[in-house]
């Protein structure tokens, strides 16, 4: 997380949602239930960013943090995260997804209970993609990075993620797990395996080539994903469809992508693993990308003009 000194006060105010406070400011000091690890292992949590990218994990830069909170971010700059896409990190149903207003410091928040009393949080959200009472699988698209906060509080965009199991804040905020690894307080790199559950031995990275990230997905039920992923050393986009059922055995599926204004390419075929990379240069220009698996299919609108 970044900010600056004038944040530090007001970011301090950060409460929990509808209850008080009452731990020791030291993380050290909060409890810690012999049963954490075997929890969170059982619902394997994953990164809560898109299959193969990487970003930096950060529990200790927040004065409002009470225990094992992590702020992400991945960009170079202060405003680079803003608009990246935020999945779930285990599926479950949301059982928040609001702007809290003036009455803590999560602005627009997501929480998704995952049962047995777990629970994930997803704070600062620019944009919420999902709804309370909705149904979510792991790896879907939920939000996207943002800076909301309460009056006041001028805070650089990133991810404030929390993982809890029952009640009493902050007691009840439990060590982050990801891919069965937990995580390496108080600072960590990751790369995300939130593959949508896949076992598909490739990655998007992997069918693109090297140079590309993931900028965008969207899931298609359980058959697949598709992957939007940018290369800044050339200016090329790519777009694959990776498939999360029938491996190894060639089904129908497709990946498109058209840049405005010029004609759609389309890779479409019975694929073992994946459709495409289909690669198009289109710097500065807004796309159109997609595809589908099984009987799901993806269509986005043109967007993602800036790269």
């Not at 899931?219 to 059922?245: E, I, P, R």
Request: hydrophobic share 30%; charged share 10%; glycine share 14%.
């Amino acid at each position: 997380m970044r900010f600056s000194g004038a944040m530090v006060a007001g970011v301090a105010l950060l409460l929990s949602i509808g209850t008080a406070s009452t731990a020791s400011a030291d993380p050290s000091l909060d409890p810690e239930p012999s049963s954490d690890s075997v929890g969170i292992l059982a619902t394997n949590f994953q990164l809560p960013f898109p299959c193969g990218q990487s970003w930096n994990g950060n529990s200790s830069a927040s004065s409002a943090h009470q225990s094992w909170e992590i702020d992400f971010n991945r960009g170079s700059t202060a405003g680079a995260d803003l608009g990246d896409t935020v999945v779930a990190a285990a599926s479950g149903t949301v059982g928040i997804s609001a702007h809290q207003g003036s009455a803590n410091g999560y602005g627009n928040l997501v929480r998704i209970d995952h049962g047995s009393g777990w629970s994930t949080y997803y704070a600062h959200l620019n944009t919420r993609s999902v709804s309370a009472g909705q149904s979510v699988s792991q790896g879907q698209k939920i939000g996207t990075v943002g800076n909301t906060s309460k009056p006041g509080n001028n805070i650089s965009p990133h991810l404030h993620y929390e993982v809890r199991q029952g009640t009493g804040y902050p007691d009840n905020i439990r060590k982050a797990v990801f891919n069965g690894v937990t995580f390496g307080y108080p600072v960590q790199t990751l790369t995300s395996r939130n593959c949508g559950g896949s076992s598909n031995p490739y990655t998007p990275q992997e069918a693109c080539g090297s140079g590309y990230d993931v900028i965008d997905s969207a899931g298609l039920g359980t058959s697949g994903t598709v992957y939007l992923l940018y290369n800044n050393g050339n200016g090329n986009n790519c777009v694959v469809t990776m498939k999360h059922t029938s491996l190894g055995t060639p089904t129908a599926t497709t990946a498109y992508l058209e840049v405005q204004g010029s004609t759609r390419k389309t890779d479409s075929g019975n694929y073992s693993y994946y459709a495409g990379p289909v690669y198009a240069y289109a710097p500065g220009k807004c796309v159109r990308w997609g595809g589908k698996a099984g009987s799901s299919t993806y269509d986005s609108p043109f967007e993602h003009c800036g790269s």
